[in-house]
């Protein structure tokens, strides 16, 4: 079963439960800031190797990292006051960026720069808190959670000296991850859906799970006067943020349909692409940013450099997936004042180049980054965990192509957002990064 139909699925069976339940809203303003230790202390006290490898994690910075903090500030904040459809994102996107604050009901928090308990983002105590969640679907924050002086542990029952432990098992579950790692928009459209992607791949199927990648086991202590376990979980939690995460998750193979050419004859050029590491789709969580894309260049025995386009399928919504000098991200003007805006380039890299995404569109139909705007998707187009997908370039040798060994190199590339987006909104640059996940040379020769 595709994750698609899987998702539709879950729609047509719960629409009652959608409808008449608020999921993860009842909880704004519900607790208070004192009612959560903070990280530091966790760190400073027992759990020092922990609270490091949280401290330079993502989780550390949800609420801070400055893509997160402009498109909230920037883009989501301005829109919820303008559009009622989409008012609740105001509260609603700090249920998984800073808990704390979303719980306290600090809405919005105050900027990072004020350095209030919001930029704790998503601290220690908001994870062993955490006791379930609510619902048959994890999603939109909707983790029951019960702070206090008793902490979810996934190892055992016991006490320390600052708290006691009880051991909760779905610490240990995808689900734990799922309810931030899936989001629905205003509109009732999956515009997140890692948990869901892995739910329905091979991973799960085999007992896999989300942390099995992302808090991998080692020997270690748990804590400065605990015992030392041979499976200790690290608090790394890297992903999608992390390069050294992103770099070879795809294998990537190419190669032509003969050797030898003459100047002017064709070559088919086939490039495999095998998803090996990842356990949910790739590009996975926010696909709306990020963008992920084939790129293929010769180079003849002179060092003249050829860029080869990829042939096109004929799939329906094929057009999103091929690099294009279109404007797009028109949306973004609602939040600017900006209702004439004419948006800025859908893609901004080499023309024709192969891209593996799935688009978003607003209500008016338009390609989008804001995924609290979505009312639809496009083409599915990302990479499934152990799927393998076989692109083709057709290239014409040039006449002028010096005589000898062609090199032809296929690239996979990777950015974490699309640089006219972040070059729009002045983001700092090593979100539009670009990262090289993978590539491949073969070699052809050219006959005088």
């Not at 969640?133 to 320390?160: C, L, M």
């Not at 948990?195 to 991998?216: F, I, N, R, S």
């Not at 088919?268 to 709306?288: C, Y």
């Not at 042939?311 to 999103?320: A, H, S, T």
Request: charged share 25%; net charge negative; hydrophobic share 35%.
């Amino acid at each position: 079963m595709k994750v698609l139909q899987f998702i539709t699925t879950v729609l047509l069976i719960s629409p009652l439960y959608f409808s008449q339940i608020k999921v993860g809203d009842d909880a704004l303003g519900t607790r208070k800031y004192e009612d959560f230790q903070m990280s530091k202390f966790c760190g400073t006290s027992c759990h020092v190797d922990f609270y490091q490898q949280w401290s330079q994690a993502m989780m550390s910075q949800a609420y801070t990292h400055h893509w997160d903090e402009i498109e909230y500030f920037k883009l989501a904040v301005p829109h919820a006051e303008k559009d009622p459809i989409v008012a609740g994102v105001k509260a609603g996107c700090n249920g998984c960026h800073t808990p704390i604050a979303f719980l306290a009901g600090d809405v919005p928090p105050p900027l990072p720069e004020k350095m209030s308990r919001a930029n704790e983002s998503v601290s220690c105590d908001v994870c062993h808190s955490i006791t379930g969640f609510v619902g048959d679907v994890p999603y939109n924050f909707n983790y029951k959670i019960e702070p206090g002086n008793i902490k979810q542990g996934a190892r055992n029952n016991g006490k320390s000296p600052e708290h006691q432990i009880v051991k909760n098992d779905f610490l240990g579950t995808g689900d734990f991850c799922g309810t931030c790692h899936n989001e629905m928009s205003p509109y009732g459209i999956w515009v997140k859906s890692t948990h869901l992607e892995w739910k329905d791949g091979p991973y799960a199927k085999e007992g896999v799970q989300c942390q099995d990648c992302h808090m991998t086991s080692a020997e270690g202590l748990t804590s400065s006067m605990g015992n030392k376990y041979p499976d200790a979980r690290q608090h790394l939690f890297h992903g999608a943020h992390d390069p050294g995460k992103v770099r070879g998750v795809i294998e990537l193979r190419i190669h032509p349909d003969a050797r030898e050419f003459e100047p002017g004859e064709a070559v088919k050029f086939t490039v495999a692409l095998f998803n090996q590491k990842t356990g949910h789709k790739f590009p996975s969580g926010s696909v709306e940013d990020r963008i992920v894309w084939m790129h293929v260049e010769a180079v003849d025995a002179n060092g003249k450099v050829y860029h080869l386009t990829v042939d096109k399928k004929g799939f329906d919504g094929e057009q999103y997936t091929i690099a294009s000098d279109d404007l797009a991200y028109q949306d973004m003007g609602i939040a600017l004042n900006q209702p004439d805006f004419k948006g800025v380039k859908r893609d901004d890299i080499p023309l024709g180049d192969r891209i593996f995404r799935m688009p978003y569109f607003d209500p008016q139909g338009r390609m989008t980054i804001q995924q609290w705007n979505t009312k639809s998707l496009g083409v599915d187009y990302r990479i499934g965990p152990r799927e393998t997908k076989l692109e083709t370039c057709t290239f014409n040798i040039p006449v002028d192509a010096a005589p000898g060994l062609m090199k032809v190199t296929a690239t996979l590339n990777y950015q974490k957002l699309i640089k006219s987006i972040a070059e729009f909104l002045e983001v700092p640059d090593n979100e539009e990064e670009i990262i090289k996940v993978n590539d491949h040379t073969t070699t052809i020769t050219i006959l005088p």
